[in-house]
Nanobody, 122 residues
Framework: QVQLVESGGRLVQPGDSLRLSCAAS????????IGWFRQAPGKEREFVAA????????YYDDSVKGRFTISRDNANNTAYLQMNSLKPADTAVYYC???????????????WGRGTQVTVSS
């Protein structure tokens, strides 16, 4: 059974940078795509970024394009989300997810972590 564990979330100020990690275990990490999603209080969970198994293709939501970078290290079973120029609107619980195909859609991802809280506030 694949397990995903996010880490790295914390309170930061607007304009700061933060890197989230997603550590995988219990499966073949290199065989599935990784997506990052986020959910703000009172809002639906939304797509942030995704990366293919071999990292040759990435997707980003327009709201984070140019500020966030998704990457993965298959040798260490870990994916990352580098977040720069953070804004209060980026405040949310961030989740990583694993699936068979790169997609913007939540239901394309089979495995989910429990999330890590990112708060952007002065």
């Amino acid at each position: 059974q694949v397990q995903l564990v996010e880490s790295g979330g914390r309170l930061v100020q607007p304009g700061d940078s933060l890197r989230l990690s997603c550590a995988a275990s219990g499966g073949t990490f290199s065989s599935y795509t990784i997506g990052w999603f986020r959910q703000a209080p009172g809002k639906e969970r939304e797509f942030v970024a995704a990366i293919t198994q071999c990292a040759d293709t990435t997707y980003y939501d327009d709201s984070v394009k140019g500020r966030f970078t998704i990457s993965r290290d298959n040798a260490n079973n870990t994916a990352y989300l580098q977040m720069n120029s953070l804004k209060p609107a980026d405040t949310a619980v961030y989740y990583c997810a694993g699936g068979g195909f790169i997609s913007y859609a939540l239901n394309e991802y089979e495995y989910w972590g429990r999330g890590t809280q990112v708060t952007v506030s002065s």
